[in-house]
């Protein structure tokens, strides 16, 4: 199993990105993928989680109503609609995915997550 992230890039404030993450080898329904961030000399940080059958979502508070994840079945596929970007939200960004139901609690661990894809950095300028 593979997961590509990409989509990355340097842009000003205010601007916006999205970031897509390609599963490769297998699809995840009945699972769960999702995106965490990693800023320089930071841990790594829950962004947001969607559950493959059905789509809901979960979001770290902090950035809900900013970002805007979504999946394409079809093409085994997610996306982070990141909008209003902040100079805060400078960070590598991993996707994740589970081939299980990731329970509500658990989905802020990396150890609840059992594939994990390269990262994409984005840099946002003030």
């Known amino acids: 199993v593979q997961l590509q992230a990409s989509g990355g890039g340097l842009v000003q404030a205010g601007a916006s990105l999205r970031l897509s993450c390609a599963a490769s080898?297998?699809?995840?329904?009945?699972?769960?993928m999702g995106w965490f961030r990693q800023a320089p000399g930071e841990e790594r940080e829950f962004v947001v989680a969607?559950?493959?059958?059905?789509?809901?979502?979960i979001y770290a508070d902090s950035l809900r109503g900013r970002f805007t994840v979504s999946r394409d079945i079809s093409k085994n596929t997610m996306y982070l609609q990141m909008n209003s970007l902040k100079p805060e939200d400078t960070a590598v960004y991993y996707c994740?995915?589970?081939?299980?139901?990731?329970?509500?609690?658990?989905?802020?661990?990396?150890?609840?997550?059992?594939?994990w894809g390269q990262g994409t950095l984005v840099t946002v300028s003030s």
């Open positions: 080898g297998r699809t995840f329904s009945g699972g769960t």
């Open positions: 969607i559950r493959w059958t059905g789509g809901s979502s």
């Open positions: 994740a995915a589970a081939t299980s139901r990731i329970i509500h609690s658990a989905l802020g661990e990396p150890s609840s997550w059992y594939y």
